[in-house]
T-cell receptor, first 115, second 115 residues
Framework: AQSVAQPEDQVNVAEGNPLTVKCTYS??????LFWYVQYPNRGLQFLLK??????LVKGSYGFEAEFNKSQTSFHLKKPSALVSDSALYFC?????????????FGAGTRLFVKA | GAGVSQSPRYKVAKRGQDVALRCDPI?????LFWYQQALGQGPEFLTY????????KSGLPSDRFFAERPEGSVSTLKIQRTQQEDSAVYLC?????????????FGPGTRLTVL
């Protein structure tokens, strides 16, 4: 069965410092991997995705993520955090073996960026 | 352009009542998804439509839950005989083409509270 784990409920970082939000996954086939962000009182917004190709994926707002097949990870990173990055971040996976309809989301990681 | 819209934004129901939640996807989007998001959790997949065809309903928690998209655009999620455990935010998402690799665009959600 496919699953996603976000081991940290919360990540705290100072503005200007690099940030990492961790995600690991489990699928039977090849994964399609996604990161979404949820700001207060707003819907989930797409940040980036890995489908195939380069393991390093660049997305919106300066975020990037690295697909690591051996470690089954897809950690979200940003070189220099902004206070405005404070939000709830969700990692998600689709398993190519299951037809690709079902997206499994992690429980979310709340990011606090302190000025 | 207009994004995904959902109505009502908030719904309070007494236990045992039926409710209907509406989703207006982005015009022309082929794929439509429904998710249930409990407090403090990530979205959980309920069902998937490709145009008017419901191709996956494996996430619907019971036969009290029913979804339709009769003309391949607007979709309705109906919950019969609501129970307290149905209290959650119900999210709708649409994507332009097939489900596997496309980015999903989420609506703001309907917060359902069952008393």
């Amino acid at each position: 069965a496919q699953s996603v784990a976000q081991p940290e409920d919360q990540v705290n970082v100072a503005e200007g410092n690099p940030l990492t939000v961790k995600c690991t996954y489990s699928v039977s086939g090849n994964p399609y991997l996604f990161w979404y962000v949820q700001y207060p009182n707003r819907g989930l917004q797409f940040l980036l995705k890995y489908i195939t190709g380069d393991n390093l994926v660049k997305g919106s707002y300066g975020f990037e993520a690295e697909f690591n097949k051996s470690q089954t990870s897809f950690h979200l990173k940003k070189p220099s955090a902004l206070v405005s990055d404070s939000a709830l971040y969700f990692c998600a996976v689709r398993d190519t073996n299951t037809g690709g309809f079902k997206t499994i989301f992690g429980a979310g990681t709340r990011l606090f960026v302190k000025a | 352009g207009a994004g995904v819209s959902q109505s009502p934004r908030y719904k309070v129901a007494k236990r045992g009542q039926d409710v209907a939640l509406r989703c207006d996807p982005i015009s022309g989007h082929v794929s439509l998804f429904w998710y249930q998001q409990a407090l403090g959790q990530g979205p959980e997949f309920l069902t998937y439509f490709q145009n008017e065809a419901q191709l996956d309903k494996s996430g619907l928690p019971s036969d009290r839950f029913f979804a339709e998209r009769p003309e391949g655009s607007v979709s309705t999620l109906k919950i019969q005989r609501t129970q307290q455990e149905d209290s959650a935010v119900y999210l709708c998402a649409s994507s332009p083409g097939g489900p596997s690799t496309d980015t999903q665009y989420f609506g703001p959600g309907t917060r359902l509270t069952v008393l």
